[in-house]
């Protein structure tokens, strides 16, 4: 397996991640093959909470002594998040169902314009995600897009001043 050093925290990924969206139907089938991928380097799992099961088998395989050597991703689904307190409410259910106490990359999920990113600045993100870095619960902060070119080149720009 070929890797790539993370220049920011200085994380060896593989070049090769695994896509947790889609497993097969046979959970252990599903179990099988993350574990087939981490014994052959692959070392970076993409994940999010509204992928069906996603989570859970995944967190089934990390406990049988599997997180220390890969890094996960996951997401928040931004259109659950109605208030303040569902932030807490959906991260600690991932850590539940990923058997682990920290995230390593934690992306916000379906970013569509930049109205999105204001109504979860309204609700507190910003404070909610520097205090999960501190408390080294999330050690990466990103976002995945779902919109155009216009309001990329924006969230980049106000991203950019909010957490780097």
């Known amino acids: 397996m070929k890797y790539r050093i993370n220049s920011r925290n200085n ?3 593989s070049i090769l991640g695994f896509g947790c ?21 692959i070392n970076y799992f993409d994940t999010a909470y509204a992928y069906p099961k996603s989570e859970e088998i995944l967190g089934k ?34 850590l539940r169902r990923l058997q682990t106490n920290y995230i390593d990359y934690y992306l916000i999920h379906v970013l569509t314009d930049v109205a999105i990113w204001e109504r979860l600045v309204s ?4 404070d909610w995600v520097e205090r999960k870095k501190r ?5 990466n902060i990103g976002f995945s897009y ?13 991203l950019i001043g909010n957490f780097v």
């Not at 969206?21 to 093959?33: L, S």
């Not at 609700?123 to 910003?126: A, E, K, N, V």
């Not at 155009?148 to 980049?156: M, R, T």
């Open 11 to 13: 994380d060896k990924l």
């Open 123 to 126: 609700l507190g993100i910003i």
């Open 21 to 41: 969206m889609r497993f097969p139907k046979d959970e252990e089938e599903a179990k099988n093959q993350i574990i087939y991928a981490i014994e052959n380097g």
């Open 61 to 94: 395989v990390l406990a049988k002594g599997y997180r220390k050597s890969v890094k996960v991703a996951t997401k928040l689904p931004h259109y659950l998040i109605k208030q303040k307190s569902d932030l807490d409410k959906i991260f600690n259910e991932q």
């Open 135 to 139: 408390l080294g619960e999330i050690k």
């Open 146 to 158: 779902h919109g155009g070119q216009e309001d990329f080149i924006k969230l980049i720009d106000i």
